[in-house]
């Protein structure tokens, strides 16, 4: 039974806060994410976040009268993906944390829902459900299977095989034929168009390295044969984006020869690379792009913003003709059917919300579908600024400020990115202009480390957490100060993840450069961080060499937890109890250590995850930062 909401903005719009705390309006999510068209035009497959917690919703193109499929659980579950299967059904794969052996573990769920009845089936078996081990197990869909939309394939842990099998799967009834199995140790598998299983990549871990081996079939009846080998942080990078019609060819992402991420097309047989197909002069390229149906049609990259390369010029065109429309902003079709003739344009700016127009190219009609944050859409929000400077040690770092409209060297915000080999960009950001309408300036800096600009800015930035990573971050205030922009000794330090670890690092190396501190999901103890990872089999090659225990040892010197006593600004720790990256006790025993010595306060979110991704974390984390800053800077 479906269940209709009628959104209506103009209602929205005009709602006022004067007896509601002023960040209420920014803690909200995205009302709508990750829209796709169905194949055919006719219908549209969204998440719909509420205040309940997320939805996968439909609507028939254009209407915003979104009719709920399935709520989610909420402060739970998280949805990962949305694809169409035909025009029938939408495959959806959602995540959850769950607690094992001392860890969270993100665990990932995969459903299909019938849009004709709004009926679900999780894709899953007797066989697998009533296993004790069934609530840690993962469902992967390898292929939606373009000519065979009532079926798709999924790989999953196989007792059987001790290892990640593939299924192919009936989205109707959920029945599970094995297709693929695995005796290779193989963890991520891949289909041709037609749905053969040519290829998967086997990771092993030796001597506290990471290798990954192709093993690849060339016809459906051969046995799969390894191929090619590599080492992670020591090779050229290697990531396969999708195959050739064929089946013979690969497109593999990867920094050979020239220092950036590139598409590449490899031959998988001779295991050489056969052609460039696409890279750009000053960035790494950040993902492949897909149509509705799973094919490959351009790739993206990342300057200020996000901007594309198709590999058909008709697919090019469209978007610059729709692009043309808006003259001051960034525009991306973030979806479309089949014949190319209903579009989502996803239409943003640095200091504008983002909003999703749809484009009817039969009817010729057009207009707005929804905003992203329809509680802002009445506030105005300051432009953020690009600079570039060079570090102490000579090193070119570029970054963004943005200052209140009207002020003149207000109280300064430092907030670095998390990652670390992550960047930030000129998107519209509701936190940071939340604490712009405070009066703040903001001052975000892409560090050494930062993914995006090439190997080797980014390599520079391994091994050197707490060191010239964390300089950079000193030198792009200094830089402010210098410039006129703050008043030295007047701000603070604010970032997430490891921008809380460079936050928290910065209240020991620096006691006196800032009034404040603020570390969400942030890390104390690195030695124990990277001892908790290298247990969850993750690469660490950006942290510390494994195999060198004097380096390992070393990174007490650069973590917080052994300097307290070096603290002098008041700290905030802001940590959800279901953070599947970063231990939440990175926070708490930080606080267990800090609290005699320093002006701390640890707020521990229940069942929040690491991007506090819902609706009251968003409102205690914007409540404890404003009471923070208030009275801090």
Not at 74 to 103: A, C, L, M, N
Not at 224 to 231: N, R, V
Not at 390 to 396: F, L, P, Q, R, V
Not at 497 to 515: D, I, N, W
Request: aromatic content about 14%; glycine content about 6%.
């Amino acid at each position: 039974m479906f269940r209709a909401i009628f959104i209506c903005f103009a209602f929205i719009s005009t709602l006022t806060y004067a007896k509601e705390n002023p960040w209420d309006a920014y803690a909200h999510l995205p009302i709508v994410e990750q829209p796709q068209i169905s194949p055919n035009g006719e219908m549209i497959a969204t998440v719909y976040n509420t205040d309940d917690g997320p939805t996968v919703s439909i609507t028939k193109f254009p209407s915003i009268e979104l009719n709920i499929l399935a709520r989610m659980k909420k402060k739970r579950d998280r949805v990962d993906f949305i694809r169409w299967s035909g025009d029938k059904y939408v495959i959806v794969s959602t995540s959850y944390p769950e607690y094992s052996y001392g860890q969270f573990l993100r665990i990932s769920r995969l459903y299909a829902f019938d849009v004709t009845t709004g009926e679900h089936k999780v894709l899953t078996t007797k066989r697998f459900s009533e296993s004790r081990f069934y609530k840690y197990q993962s469902f992967r869909l390898v292929s939606s299977l373009k000519h065979e939309t009532d079926y798709a394939l999924v790989s999953t842990y196989d007792e059987n095989d001790s290892a990640y099998s593939v299924f192919r799967v009936n989205l109707g009834d959920s029945q599970f034929e094995k297709i693929q199995r695995n005796k290779d140790g193989i963890s991520s598998w891949y289909a041709d168009n037609k749905g053969v299983v040519r290829l998967g990549i086997a990771v092993e871990e030796k001597d506290d390295k990471f290798t990954a081996s192709v093993w690849y079939r060339a016809k459906k009846e051969d046995e799969l044969e390894k191929i090619h080998t590599h080492t992670w942080g020591e090779d050229n990078t290697f990531s396969i984006e999708a195959l050739t019609t064929d089946g013979t060819k690969a497109y593999v992402m990867s920094d050979r020869e020239l220092g950036r991420e590139a598409l590449w097309l490899y031959d998988i047989a001779s295991g050489e690379f056969e052609s460039l197909v696409y890279s750009h002069e000053s960035y790494d390229l950040s993902n492949t792009i897909r149509n509705s149906e799973g094919d490959l049609i351009g790739v993206g990259y990342y300057d200020d913003f996000y901007q594309t390369s198709y590999f058909s010029e008709k697919d090019a065109q469209q978007e610059q003709a729709v692009g043309n429309l808006f003259k001051d902003k960034q525009v991306t079709i973030a979806s479309r059917n089949r014949d190319h003739n209903r579009l989502l344009a996803y239409v943003v700016s640095d200091s504008s919300i983002p909003v999703y127009y749809y484009f009817d190219l039969k009817t010729k009609k057009g207009g707005v579908w929804l905003s992203q944050y329809p509680y802002l859409v009445s506030k105005e929000f300051s432009s953020v600024q690009n600079y570039n400077f060079k570090a102490s040690d000579g090193m070119d770092v570029s970054g963004y400020y943005t200052q209140p409209k009207g002020a003149k060297q207000p109280p300064l915000i430092v907030m670095p990115h998390g990652g670390p080999n992550a960047r930030d960009y000129k998107y519209f950001n509701k936190e940071l202009q939340y604490l712009v309408s405070l009066g703040y300036g903001v001052l975000q800096v892409n560090f050494r480390g930062s993914a995006g600009f090439g190997s080797q800015f980014e390599t520079a930035g391994y091994y050197q957490w707490g060191k010239r990573m964390q300089q950079d971050v000193y030198d792009a205030m200094d830089w402010a100060i210098d410039s006129g922009l703050a008043k030295k000794g007047n701000a603070c330090i604010y970032g997430s993840s490891y921008g809380g670890y460079v936050a928290l690092t910065a209240a020991a190396q620096e006691p006196y450069r800032f009034k404040c501190i603020i570390s969400a999901s942030g890390v104390s103890d690195l030695e124990t961080f990277v001892e908790d990872e290298s247990r969850q089999g993750s690469y660490l090659g950006n942290i510390v060499d494994m195999t060198d225990s004097n380096a390992v040892k070393a990174l007490a010197d650069v973590s917080v937890i052994n300097m307290v006593d070096k603290i002098k600004a008041p700290v905030l720790l802001i940590h959800g109890d279901n953070d599947t990256r970063v231990d939440y006790r990175q926070s708490s025993v930080f606080y267990s250590k800090a609290k005699n010595h320093v002006d701390v306060k640890y707020v521990e979110i229940k069942d929040g995850t690491h991007f506090f991704d819902d609706l009251e974390s968003q409102k205690i984390l914007f409540s404890e930062v404003s009471s923070f800053l208030q009275k801090n800077l």
